[in-house]
C-alpha cells in the first residue's frame, strides 16, 4: 500500500507539517543528492497562483529534522520573459535565506537536458528540461489548483511542465499550433506530462490545499478555501487523492489515468492515513472549457508512452 498523509487545517504551515509528519516513516533522504524544492510559480505576478511560502517553510523544517542541512528552491516561471526571480521576490521567498542555508535558482538558466515530447499532430516535439530536476532530490510542492488545458495541477505536473525551458514551453504567441513545437491541446498535453513523469518524478510529494484556486486556473482562477494538505513518497498516489478531494474522478484526468494505467496504481493500493477522505472534499469549480478538456482520450496511448 502507498501512504498518502491528509492533514486539515486553516494555515499552511501547520496543515501541510501534519501532512509532513503523518509519512515521516517512509521519507528517505540520500546523502548523495541535493534537495530541490520546486514551487508552483507560473505566474511571477499572481500570488494565488503561487505555492504559499509557510508551505515550503513547513517542508523546509520537516526535512532539516530528517537531516537535511543545505537547500535548493528551483523555479522557472511562465510568460514571455519567464520573470523567475521577480517571482521569488514578490511572493517573499528571499525571506527564507534568513532562517534557511538555501540556493534559489531560475530553473531557466539552468544546464539543459533534451527531451522529446508531442506537437499537435502527436509528432515529436523537440524540448530542453533543467537538468538540477535530474540529479536532485525532487520536493514537488504544488498549490491546489484547476487548469484550463488538463483540468487541475498538482505535483505532477508541477515538476514536469515547470522543467521545460521557458522558450521551449510555449509556441510564440502562447499555445499558437506549430509543427514540432510542444502542444497545449488535450490530446497532446496529457500524454506529453505523462512522459516527462516517466523521467522526472517527485521524491516527495507535498499539496497545499488550505486556499486552492477553481476556475479558470492556474493564473485566472479565484480562491477556495477547502482546509487541507496532502503528503507523500509517491506524487502519482498524492495527486489522485488531491483530485478526488477537488471533487473530480482521476479517471477523467488524462495524465492521471495514464500514469495508473502504466503503474497500475488506483484508490484500492492508497492507504489514506490521517483525516478521513470523505470528509474533506471540496467541490472546485472546472474552468469554462471543461467539457472540451474531457476529449484527451488517444486509442493507442500505449505507442507514445512507451
Known amino acids: ?34 534537495v530541490l524544492i520546486k514551487p508552483n510559480m507560473v505566474s511571477p505576478t499572481v500570488e494565488l497562483a503561487a505555492t504559499p511560502v509557510p508551505a515550503v517553510q513547513a517542508t523546509m523544517d520537516f526535512l532539516m529534522d530528517l537531516g537535511v542541512e543545505k537547500f535548493i528552491i528551483g523555479e522557472g516561471t511562465a510568460g514571455e520573459e519567464g520573470d523567475t526571480w521577480g517571482a521569488f521576490e514578490r511572493f517573499g521567498y528571499f525571506s527564507l535565506k534568513e532562517r534557511y542555508d538555501v540556493e534559489f535558482r531560475n530553473l531557466h538558466g539552468d544546464e539543459l537536458v533534451a527531451f522529446e515530447a508531442l506537437d499537435d499532430d502527436l509528432g515529436p516535439a523537440n524540448i530542453r528540461l533543467a537538468k538540477t530536476c535530474f540529479n ?32 521551449d514551453r510555449h509556441a510564440p504567441p502562447a499555445h499558437k499550433p506549430e509543427p514540432g513545437a510542444l502542444s497545449h491541446a488535450p490530446q497532446p498535453l496529457n500524454l506529453s506530462i505523462a512522459r516527462l513523469n516517466q523521467m522526472i518524478t517527485p521524491d516527495l510529494a ?21 482546509g487541507v494538505a496532502l503528503a507523500s513518497t509517491n506524487g502519482l498516489a498524492v ?49 469554462e472549457q471543461y467539457p472540451a478538456l474531457l476529449g484527451w482520450w488517444v486509442e493507442n496511448w500505449r505507442d507514445y508512452l512507451s
Open 1 to 34: 500500500m502507498v501512504k498518502v498523509g491528509l492533514a486539515r487545517g486553516n494555515k499552511s504551515y501547520e496543515a501541510v507539517r501534519r501532512a509532513l509528519d503523518l509519512i515521516r516513516d517512509e521519507v528517505q533522504i540520500p546523502s548523495d543528492r541535493p
Open 136 to 167: 536532485s532530490y525532487v520536493v514537488s510542492m504544488a498549490r491546489m489548483k484547476t487548469h484550463v488545458r488538463v483540468i487541475v495541477t498538482l505535483t505532477i505536473k508541477n515538476i514536469a511542465i515547470g522543467a521545460i525551458y521557458n522558450l
Open 239 to 287: 495527486d489522485l487523492v488531491g483530485s478526488e478531494l477537488m471533487g473530480f474522478d482521476y479517471r477523467t484526468i488524462g495524465y492521471l489515468w495514464y500514469l495508473s494505467q502504466l503503474r497500475d496504481l488506483s484508490w484500492e493500493d492508497i492507504e489514506v492515513v490521517g483525516e478521513d477522505p470523505a470528509k474533506c472534499t471540496t467541490r472546485y469549480r472546472p474552468c
Open 206 to 226: 507535498v499539496i497545499d490545499g488550505v486556499v486552492g484556486m477553481e476556475g479558470n486556473g492556474p493564473v485566472n482562477g479565484i480562491p477556495v478555501s477547502s
